[in-house]
């Protein structure tokens, strides 16, 4: 759970750094360089993204599937 959380941030945080740099090529200068940064955002971001999106759902489903069967989920603090 931990690492998807952290894969959704990153790759949510590179599709915000790439609308940025968009607004930036639109506003200043649209150069061949910019449009890399764009692209190679998109794409990274992508590749951490998707994969951390399913696995997300997927442990959230079987959180609530231990919930509903009573079975322990390992949140009780340590003593």
Request: hydrophobic content about 55%; overall charge neutral.
């Given at each position: 759970?931990?690492?998807?959380?952290?894969?959704?941030?990153?790759?949510?945080?590179?599709?915000?750094?790439?609308?940025?740099?968009?607004?930036?090529?639109?506003?200043?200068?649209?150069?061949?360089?910019?449009?890399?940064?764009?692209?190679?955002?998109?794409?990274?971001?992508?590749?951490?993204?998707a994969p951390a999106i399913i696995v997300g759902y997927a442990v959230?489903?079987?959180?609530?599937?231990?919930?509903?069967?009573?079975r322990d989920i390992g949140t009780d603090p340590p003593r």
């Open positions: 759970a931990r690492l998807a959380s952290i894969g959704q941030r990153l790759g949510y945080a590179l599709f915000g750094l790439a609308v940025v740099v968009f607004l930036y090529g639109l506003v200043v200068d649209f150069s061949g360089g910019v449009a890399t940064v764009i692209v190679t955002c998109l794409v990274v971001g992508s590749v951490f993204l959230k489903a079987a959180v609530r599937d231990d919930l509903e069967h009573g």
